[in-house]
């Protein structure tokens, strides 16, 4: 097979995985495709997209041995579209193998932040709202429950995320207008927030298949201070690939900054 047609053959490989993709990523979008199926659909389009890097590969290794570019526009746009589109498939495939099969994260597993107002945008099919920090999770060759899973895999979210508020009179107040600002930071659509309860509720949607975690921000007194709380999770899917930790991190990174 010569340079150019290797570069070719790369490039239609490429081509039609990009639009198994698309139409994975669509289906999931619109309504037409579960994530589960969404996801199965994935598997061809991951599988061509890595015999298309494997043939710019081949490509690249020709033409730098005989130090001719014939097919380079084929070859380069492979090359590196195929770095690009697989990227996201291979991460998650990576999450998956090394998360904990959890949809449901807290800061606090004995009195979880509730939802209130985020009820109300559930419909047939959702999660159960109501935290159950008994249910029986396998992972690492270990049954557990959710709180064990969570105080053993996620202990660093997990600590007290409390303080004084120096020279204020109402620390949950402080607190509250401080979260509330850290939470329109992230980017998430803040949904309801309620001063007085000292709760801010928000949703956040991934960028490919648009998986929505509901999320739920508390600001309780803790001895003379306040301490906030966050609870975050999906809504439909039951397996979140380290989703909701991951929102609890990047909430509580901006706390810290």
Request: a positive charge; glycine letters at 8%.
């Given at each position: 097979m010569s340079q150019p047609v290797t570069a070719r053959f790369g490039f239609a490989a490429f081509i039609l995985a990009a639009l198994i993709?698309?139409?994975?990523?669509?289906?999931?979008?619109l309504g037409w495709l579960a994530y589960a199926q969404g996801w199965q659909l994935m598997v061809p389009a991951v599988a061509l997209e890595l015999g298309a890097l494997a043939f710019s590969l081949l490509w690249l290794g020709r033409a730098l041995k005989a130090n001719d570019g014939a097919g380079r526009g084929f070859g380069l746009t492979v090359l590196l579209g195929s770095l690009l589109l697989l990227y996201p498939p291979l991460t998650t495939v990576f999450n998956r193998l090394t998360s904990p099969p959890i949809h449901d994260v807290t800061t606090d597993t004995e009195n979880p932040p509730r939802f209130v107002a985020l009820l109300k945008q559930?419909?047939?099919?959702?999660?159960?709202?109501?935290?159950?920090?008994?249910?029986?999770?396998?992972?690492?060759?270990?049954?557990?429950?959710l709180d064990e899973v969570l105080h053993d895999h996620y202990r660093?979210?997990?600590?007290?995320?409390?303080?004084?508020?120096?020279?204020?009179?109402?620390?949950?107040?402080?607190?509250?207008r401080r979260d509330l600002a850290?939470?329109?930071?992230?980017?998430?659509t803040i949904v309801d927030f309620n001063a007085q309860e000292g709760r801010i509720e928000a949703t956040h949607t991934s960028f490919w298949f648009g998986r929505v975690s509901d999320i739920v921000i508390m600001i309780r007194r803790s001895g003379a201070g306040a301490r906030t709380d966050l609870r975050s999770q999906s809504r439909e899917d039951k397996i979140d690939d380290g989703f909701n930790a991951a929102n609890a991190k990047y909430f509580f990174s901006f706390l810290a900054s």
């Amino acid at each position: 097979m010569s340079q150019p047609v290797t570069a070719r053959f790369g490039f239609a490989a490429f081509i039609l995985a990009a639009l198994i993709a698309a139409v994975a990523v669509a289906g999931v979008r619109l309504g037409w495709l579960a994530y589960a199926q969404g996801w199965q659909l994935m598997v061809p389009a991951v599988a061509l997209e890595l015999g298309a890097l494997a043939f710019s590969l081949l490509w690249l290794g020709r033409a730098l041995k005989a130090n001719d570019g014939a097919g380079r526009g084929f070859g380069l746009t492979v090359l590196l579209g195929s770095l690009l589109l697989l990227y996201p498939p291979l991460t998650t495939v990576f999450n998956r193998l090394t998360s904990p099969p959890i949809h449901d994260v807290t800061t606090d597993t004995e009195n979880p932040p509730r939802f209130v107002a985020l009820l109300k945008q559930r419909g047939p099919g959702s999660n159960l709202p109501a935290y159950d920090g008994h249910a029986i999770v396998s992972f690492q060759g270990k049954t557990v429950t959710l709180d064990e899973v969570l105080h053993d895999h996620y202990r660093d979210i997990l600590k007290p995320h409390a303080g004084f508020a120096v020279g204020s009179s109402d620390p949950i107040a402080t607190f509250f207008r401080r979260d509330l600002a850290a939470a329109r930071k992230t980017g998430w659509t803040i949904v309801d927030f309620n001063a007085q309860e000292g709760r801010i509720e928000a949703t956040h949607t991934s960028f490919w298949f648009g998986r929505v975690s509901d999320i739920v921000i508390m600001i309780r007194r803790s001895g003379a201070g306040a301490r906030t709380d966050l609870r975050s999770q999906s809504r439909e899917d039951k397996i979140d690939d380290g989703f909701n930790a991951a929102n609890a991190k990047y909430f509580f990174s901006f706390l810290a900054s």
